[in-house]
């Protein structure tokens, strides 16, 4: 069956058509070059109150956001309706929660996504974001940093997605502070900017957000170099006296051809105090992509990373890796209809990022994707079908990763097929 489905959406994603490809379509093609980058920097001029004399750029303030939500069905129908898996036993022999996924993670429901409202101030020296979210995805992409002064933490109450200023001494220098989110990856936390609305194994097991200071220098408009001091990943306090380093090289080698070599480090040992020697966190990260015509888009994200981490007692080191790389696709039919497909393979078998299989051991996935896009209302409402399937090596044990209908964990892998709708103002 499952080979039947890959067959139909193999052969869909080759169908040609000739319709002219609107903007926005266009923009649903292309990923942000980094999550943390401000869309709004449109300006204008103030009247000349005398003829000859020098104006001003005038700053402008705007308001955008986006709410999504979706129903998922799981073919594997499990008991506990979540796409989550399993991460092993706790010491009572019951199946401890998962990571399969990052932000759908229930099935066989009507599910709310996130909702954002985000106020944006830009004028030729300054640019200011408060992007705010609410919702059960906000939580999600918010741990270790929760604001919810209408209930307690974890209410999706309120949760600060990116609050930051950036400074232009020139049109060639700048430097940001505040938090901001990652510049590791391809995918970003916003549903209207990815194409594929379920987020990969490499987004999920990398950082979100960074709260810190960097500053980026612009060669020419096809090169930057990004530098910054950061807290440690993902918490707005930081869990040692030590700071991590993040790196961004951006160049464009051809027209529609952009490449981003992205880097962080940082001791991730949690001591208040000083910092333990002999800890650090390395993630290298490549995100390409290329516009090859006017319709057909390809992209690529790959990753490697190690863990470093000493024992203060015994001394004792272990360096774990992981990585993974995606291969995007995407094909404009026609200004209203796009369709795209992602193939993953994460490797984690080392077991030091959250991902493992059924018996609490690391472990690999392969993923295939195939999203829908249908741009609706002047491109406000999108529309987003879309078919996933994670396959894991069979567990050597008994329990495996997912869950069947009768509540065992008798599965390997996993497909859904959901209905996303996003609007975004």
């Known amino acids: 069956m499952k080979k039947a489905v890959l067959s139909i959406f193999s052969l869909f994603s080759l169908y040609p058509a000739f319709a002219e490809v609107s903007p926005e379509t266009k923009k649903l093609l292309k990923p942000k070059k980094s999550a943390q980058t401000v869309t709004t920097d449109t300006t204008k001029k103030a009247p000349l109150a005398e003829e000859g004399k020098e104006t001003k750029e005038e700053g402008k303030l705007t308001f955008s956001g986006y709410i999504d939500t979706y129903y998922m069905a799981n073919l594997n129908n499990p008991a506990s309706r979540s796409n989550l898996g399993t991460s092993g036993l706790d010491e009572n022999g019951t199946p401890k929660p998962g990571n399969a996924r990052a932000f759908d993670q229930k099935s066989g429901q009507f599910s709310l996504g996130l909702i954002q409202t985000k106020v944006a101030y830009t004028s030729d020296k300054l640019d200011a974001v408060a992007d705010i979210t609410f919702g059960p995805n906000s939580d999600i992409a918010n741990y270790g940093n929760f604001f919810s002064p209408l209930g307690s933490n974890g209410s999706t109450a309120l949760a600060i997605k990116q609050a930051y200023l950036t400074y232009k001494f020139s049109g060639k220098f700048s430097v940001t502070a505040g938090q901001f989110g990652t510049h590791i990856g391809y995918e970003v936390i916003d549903a209207p900017v990815n194409y594929n609305y379920s987020l990969s194994n490499l987004f999920n097991n990398g950082p979100f957000y960074h709260v810190g200071a960097k500053a980026q220098y612009s060669f020419s408009d096809k090169a930057y170099l990004m530098a910054g001091v950061v807290n440690n990943i993902d918490n707005i306090n930081d869990n040692n006296k030590a700071k991590g380093i993040i790196s961004q090289f951006f160049f464009s080698p051809a027209t529609n051809f952009n490449v981003y070599l992205n880097w962080i480090g940082s001791n991730e040992y949690s001591n208040v105090g000083a910092p333990a020697k002999g800890n650090f966190y390395s993630l290298f990260d490549l995100a390409t992509t290329y516009q090859i015509t006017e319709r057909f888009f390809l992209g690529l994200n790959a990753a490697y990373g190690t863990n470093k981490t000493t024992i203060p007692v015994t001394k004792a080191t272990s360096t774990p890796k992981w990585g993974g790389v995606a291969v995007y696709s995407n094909y404009a039919f026609s200004d209203k209809f796009g369709l795209g497909v992602r193939y993953e393979h994460f490797d984690n078998t080392k077991g030091d990022r959250a991902l493992v299989n059924g018996d609490g051991l690391g472990t690999s996935v392969n993923s295939f994707t195939v999203t829908g896009n249908f741009t609706l ?49």
């Open 377 to 425: 209302a002047d491109g406000h409402l999108l529309l987003k079908p879309e078919f996933r399937m994670d396959a894991y090596p069979k567990a050597p044990g008994s329990v495996q990763k997912f869950e069947d209908s009768d509540g065992n964990y008798t599965k390997s892998s996993q497909s859904t097929i959901a209905v996303h709708a996003i609007v975004k103002f």
